[in-house]
């Protein structure tokens, strides 16, 4: 039989399951982990009794120095990975008068603040690591663990003399735009007043921790910190990873995300109990961790890491690709879940055009063998039946983030580890000594909350700092009806202003690094296109924003990204089950075409140096 003769029944195969039945059961768990109050259930890590929370562990708090004046040609806004690349971007292109202002103590960002026992990234490091080609630096695993980053970053700082001006330990409270000077001014904590032609703001997205407003909080009196400010002092281990002071601690971790995965492994080695307070499970694939041989990657020919990325995004993307340099957990599960899975590769199996509702069954069965090959690997790995049970995630694949782990699953055999399935509510209430589920209590010395970050919230909210930009307007008003850019760099009435990271009017990438690295080029690219031309300003015409603004809304892809999210179970990708307030974050507001689309879209303007859109000064 050739391929355009096949029914929808015979591309589909054999089902050894009932979808139906899994789809009900679906939407069981889902309406379980439903609240009304959906973003309003977290509080931030700043109130009360948790004032202390955000505060760095990592730097002598007593630092002191005198406020500064004094003019950049650029001042950054963040030191993480996105402002590390910008800064790298721009040195690369003769710009070396650079300012980076960070509230951290050192260059890292994420992984200046993430150094939580087994913290590392879920992206291969060959790929998510930023300028290995420019640094010259091998990662030392699969996945670069936190000091790896850390390290790396500092040396990105050396190399491209980030350091000389960088302001730590120091928090931006005010940006305003100059007219007459046409300049950016920026107000510090310290009392600073600096001033600069360009301000980037690269201030990440997802930043600030956040905890459920659970009831009896504040009476808790054990220790407790978020997983983002790990305390060592308590758990011993800073350095080595030796736990050694949880020997005789009854811990508890509530959350099981992407952090929490990673953190269960570690606690579980030493503390003399570890309790593992779960609202939703995460699914959990293989992880492939290994330290990296010389010959794990050709790293040798010009251009392998932006090859070797867009290999990756490629794949993830269904696009075709004749090898998959990564092959790792991500490539191998999208690989499954695509087939078929573009209009035209069905429509070449069925021999004519699929319809809308044949794609979507297609790739839901998919989706249904991609979950089920995970909840088997649940029960192969965890012995207690009851437990294994508790552990099964019933969502689809892309409901929350995808997490891969090669120990998480069997901390759960040990015997001082225990699940506690809340059963989609969530923690109860905390008395003086103990966690309540249930109505039982858990006697608790430490809890740590892996509650993740505040997300899909506004600029002001994420930076602490409205942005003011011509004849006074802040960017909060300019955005009060929905974001307004062209390419999500930049927008109109705000000169020589770019914002990098995030997910306004770009991509969601899955390799946050990638997408970074592509707009700090591209702004890297504007800066010296106006520097050629003798000019000192660039500003996006409002035609051209509102032109990008429109095709970013009426993008086919979100009605269809929206239903999606709206089925599933919730979370920060879908404003905790409040699909269209999370239209900012994930489920709309982005680039229709995806993350290699808007890339080729981004060299293609820049190949034209016609600088399209802007006007200069
Ligand atoms: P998440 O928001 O993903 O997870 C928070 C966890 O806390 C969830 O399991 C949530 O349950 C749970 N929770 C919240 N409230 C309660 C409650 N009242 N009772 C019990 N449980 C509760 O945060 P993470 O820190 O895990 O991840 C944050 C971000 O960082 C993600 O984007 C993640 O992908 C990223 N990350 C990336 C890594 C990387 O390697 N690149 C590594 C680690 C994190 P529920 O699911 O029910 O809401």
């Known amino acids: 039989m050739s391929a355009g003769n096949r029914t929808l029944e015979q591309i589909i195969g054999e089902l050894e399951f009932d979808p139906q039945m899994l789809k009900q059961k679906y939407e069981r768990e889902r309406d379980k982990r439903l609240v009304g109050e959906g973003q309003g259930q977290y509080a931030p890590a700043t109130d009360g009794k948790f004032a202390q929370f955000g505060r760095d562990p990592w730097t002598r708090s007593d630092f002191n120095r005198a406020p500064m004046m004094g003019h950049t040609e650029v001042i950054i806004a963040g030191g993480g990975f996105g402002g590390l690349l910008m800064g790298a971007r721009l040195?690369?292109?003769?710009?070396?008068?650079?300012?980076?202002?960070d509230e951290a103590g050192d260059f890292g960002g994420t992984w200046y603040w993430?150094?939580?026992?087994?913290?590392?990234?879920?992206?291969?490091?060959h790929i998510y690591m930023p300028l290995l080609e420019e640094t010259g630096h091998a990662p030392r695993h699969r996945y670069a663990y936190w000091d790896e980053m850390l390290e790396l970053s500092q040396k990105i700082g050396r190399l491209h003399g980030l350091y000389d001006k960088a302001c730590f330990q120091t928090v931006i409270t005010a940006t305003r735009w100059l007219e007459e000077e046409r300049r950016w001014l920026v107000e510090t904590d310290r009392g600073d007043r600096l001033t600069a032609t360009y301000l980037v703001l690269a201030c990440g997205r997802q930043s600030l921790p956040k905890l459920p407003a659970i009831a009896g909080?504040?009476?808790?009196?054990?220790h407790a910190f978020h997983s983002s400010r790990w305390d060592y002092e308590y758990t011993g281990g800073q350095g080595d990873g030796k736990l050694t002071k949880l020997k005789d601690k009854r811990v508890a971790i509530i959350g099981t995300g992407a952090t929490a995965i990673q953190i269960v492994p570690e606690v579980a080695k030493w503390a003399?109990?570890?309790?593992?307070?779960q609202r939703t499970p995460s699914h959990v694939g293989i992880r492939g961790q290994r330290p990296t041989a010389p010959d794990y990657a050709d790293m040798s020919k010009p251009g392998w890491q932006k090859?070797?990325?867009e290999n990756?995004?490629?794949?993830?993307?269904?696009?075709?690709?004749e090898v998959d340099l990564v092959a790792d957990g991500w490539t191998d599960s999208l690989k499954r879940l695509r087939p078929a899975y573009t209009a035209n590769e069905l429509g070449d199996l069925l021999g004519r055009p699929a319809t809308s509702e044949e794609r979507d069954l297609v790739a839901e069965i998919s989706d249904y063998r991609v979950m089920n090959s995970l909840r088997s690997r649940i029960a192969e790995i965890v012995k207690d039946a009851a437990t294994a049970e508790s552990l099964k995630p019933w969502y689809r694949w892309r409901c929350k983030?995808?997490?891969?782990?090669?120990d998480y699953l069997a901390a759960f055999n040990s015997p001082n580890v225990r699940l506690v399935d809340t059963q989609g509510r969530g923690v109860e209430a905390f008395s003086s000594h103990g966690i309540v589920v249930d109505e039982v209590e858990y006697p608790i010395d430490c809890v740590i909350f892996a509650t993740g970050f505040e997300a899909g919230i506004s600029y002001v909210r994420l930076t602490g700092f409205d942005v003011v930009g011509r004849g006074g307007g802040t960017l909060s008003e300019h955005w009060s009806n929905g974001v307004r850019s062209l390419h999500g760099l930049m927008t109109d009435g705000f000169p020589n202003l770019f914002m990098i990271g995030g997910n306004q009017h770009s991509v969601a990438a899955v390799n946050a690094v990638h997408l970074l690295d592509e707009q700090a080029s591209h702004v890297a690219h504007i800066v010296g296109q106006v520097r050629q031309r003798n000019g000192t300003l660039v500003e996006p015409t409002a035609g051209s924003v509102d032109a990008y603004t429109d095709l970013i809304r009426n993008a086919p892809t979100n009605g269809v990204l929206m239903r999606f999210f709206a089925a599933c179970t919730p979370g920060y990708y879908n404003g905790e089950g409040k699909a269209a307030s999370a239209a900012d974050l994930f489920a709309g507001n982005r680039y229709g075409d995806g993350p290699m689309a808007f890339y080729e879209m981004l060299a293609r303007w820049r190949q034209a140096q016609s600088l399209d859109g802007l006007s200069i000064g």
């Not at 990756?312 to 690709?321: D, N, T």
Request: glycine fraction near 6%; aromatic fraction near 10%; include cysteine.
């Open 91 to 101: 040195h690369e292109m003769g710009v070396a008068d650079i300012r980076v202002i």
């Open 114 to 125: 993430n150094r939580y026992p087994g913290a590392m990234c879920d992206i291969e490091a």
């Open 217 to 222: 909080i504040d009476k808790f009196e054990g």
């Open 272 to 277: 003399k109990q570890l309790d593992v307070f």
């Open 307 to 309: 090859e070797r990325r």
């Open 312 to 321: 990756f995004q490629r794949l993830i993307s269904a696009l075709p690709q």
């Open 401 to 406: 983030r995808p997490c891969f782990h090669d």
